[in-house]
C-alpha cells in the first residue's frame, strides 16, 4: 500500500548551521504546541460547563415549584417512583451504546477502557447532549476527553460518536415503525389526516434497507485512512437495535406513568403519539426538542382546555425527571472528574491505527 507524504523543502546536511537553527526552532515548538493543547482542553471545558449552566437556568425558569409539588403529589409515589427508576434503566441503556461501539472499533485502545467507566462516560455524555443540544460535538468533546486517557485517537472517537448517534437514530426508527404499523389510528399533519401505519410503512422501508446492506457486508471497510469504517457484524448489529429500541420504549414509559391521573389514556393510545412527537422533535434540531415536543404531544392528546393544562404539568414533570436531574448528575460527576485530573498534563491524541497502516 502506498502512503503519501507532504512534500517539504530538503534539509541542510548534518552540523550545517541552518540544520541547528532548524533543530533549535522545532524544539522550541514543541512547548507552545502543548501550551496551545492544554489551552484548548481547557476552553472545551468551559463552554461544556457554561452550556450545562445556560440549560439549566432555561429549563429551571419555567418550574413552578409549587405547582410543581402538587402535580407530583397527585400522581402518587409508585407512579413517581417508576419513572425514576426507568429513567435510570433507560440511561444504562444508552450507556450500552458506547460499550457496544468500542467493542465493534476493534482496537487495542478500546479494549483497554473498562465497560464501566464507559457506562458512565456514555451517561454523562448524553446528559449534556440532550439538554445542550448539539449532540455529536458535546458528546464528542466528553468522550475525547475521558477516552484519550486510555490512548484512544480522534478518528476513533469520531467513528464511536457516529455510531452512538445512528444508534440512536436506528433504534427510535424501529420503536417508531413497530408502533405505527401495529396501530389503526390516525394523526393530522398540517390539514391532512395520515394513517399511523402509513406512516409506519414510510418510515419502515429506509430502515429495512439498511439493515439489509449493513447484514450483506459484516466487517467490510469503506473509505481510506482516517475516513474509513468498518460495517458492524452480525452481532453488534443485533445488539445495536435491541439496545436502542428498548431505551426509547423506557423512555416513553417515563412519561407514560406521569401522564395525569385524571385522563383516561391506554398505553397503546399514547405510544403512538410520543413517537410522532419525538420524530418531529428529534428533526427540529432544537436541544431536547424544547417546545416542540410539548406542543405535538398536546395537540395529539388533549381534546380539552383542562387536558391541556394537565399534560403540560406532566410534561414539565417528566423534563425534570429525564433531563434536569440527569445534567445535574452529569454535572457534578464531570466536575469531580476535572477536579481529581486537574493536576494532570492532558493525554496526547495518538494517530489511530488505520491511519497509520493506510489500510482501505
Not at 450507556?95 to 473498562?114: C, E, H, N, Q
Not at 440532550?130 to 486517557?149: D, E, H, N, P, W
Not at 394523526?187 to 414510510?202: D, K, W
Not at 410520543?274 to 395529539?300: C, D, K, R, W, Y
Request: with cysteine; charged share 15%; aromatic share 10%.
Amino acid at each position: 500500500m502506498v502512503v503519501h507524504f507532504p512534500i517539504v523543502p530538503a534539509l541542510p546536511p548534518a552540523g550545517h548551521p541552518e540544520q541547528s537553527k532548524s533543530s533549535i526552532g522545532a524544539e522550541a515548538l514543541k512547548p507552545a504546541r502543548g501550551k496551545w493543547v492544554r489551552w484548548s482542553v481547557r476552553f472545551v471545558r468551559f463552554a461544556l460547563f457554561l452550556l450545562a449552566i445556560v440549560s439549566l437556568r432555561r429549563q429551571l425558569g419555567d418550574i413552578g415549584f409549587r405547582d410543581l409539588r402538587a402535580n407530583l403529589q397527585s400522581h402518587g409515589w409508585v407512579n413517581i417512583a417508576l419513572s425514576l427508576g426507568l429513567t435510570g434503566a433507560s440511561f444504562l441503556a444508552m450507556g450500552s451504546f458506547d460499550v457496544i461501539g468500542l467493542r465493534s472499533l476493534r482496537t487495542a485502545a478500546a479494549r483497554k477502557i473498562p465497560a464501566a467507566f464507559s457506562m458512565a462516560t456514555a451517561m454523562v455524555a448524553n446528559a449534556f447532549s440532550q439538554s445542550v443540544g448539539v449532540a455529536f460535538l458535546t458528546g464528542g468533546a466528553i468522550r475525547m476527553r475521558a477516552y484519550s486517557r486510555f490512548g484512544l485517537g480522534k478518528a476513533d472517537v469520531v467513528r464511536l460518536t457516529s455510531f452512538v448517534t445512528i444508534t440512536a437514530i436506528v433504534g427510535l426508527m424501529v420503536t417508531g415503525a413497530v408502533v405505527f404499523l401495529t396501530s389503526s389510528g390516525v394523526t393530522r399533519i398540517a390539514r391532512f389526516e395520515v394513517r399511523l401505519a402509513t406512516i409506519g410503512a414510510l418510515v419502515a422501508l429506509p430502515l429495512l434497507l439498511y439493515v439489509c446492506w449493513l447484514l450483506s457486508k459484516p466487517g467490510k471497510r469503506y473509505g481510506k485512512g482516517k475516513w474509513s469504517f468498518n460495517v458492524p457484524d452480525r452481532a453488534t448489529i443485533a445488539q445495536q437495535l435491541g439496545m436502542s429500541s428498548l431505551d426509547w420504549i423506557l423512555a416513553a414509559t417515563v412519561l407514560f406513568f406521569l401522564m395525569p391521573p385524571s385522563i383516561s389514556l391506554a398505553y397503546r393510545t399514547f405510544l403512538p403519539a410520543f413517537f410522532v412527537a419525538q420524530t418531529i422533535a428529534t428533526l427540529s434540531h432544537v436541544p431536547g426538542g424544547a417546545g416542540v415536543f410539548e406542543t405535538l404531544l398536546v395537540g395529539l392528546l388533549a381534546h380539552s382546555a383542562p387536558a391541556k393544562i394537565a399534560i403540560l404539568a406532566s410534561l414539565l414533570i417528566y423534563r425534570l425527571f429525564y433531563y434536569l436531574i440527569p445534567l445535574l448528575g452529569a454535572v457534578a460527576v464531570a466536575a469531580v472528574y476535572e477536579l481529581k485530573t486537574a493536576g494532570r498534563s492532558p493525554t496526547p491524541m495518538p494517530s489511530s491505527p488505520l491511519v497509520e497502516d493506510g489500510s482501505s
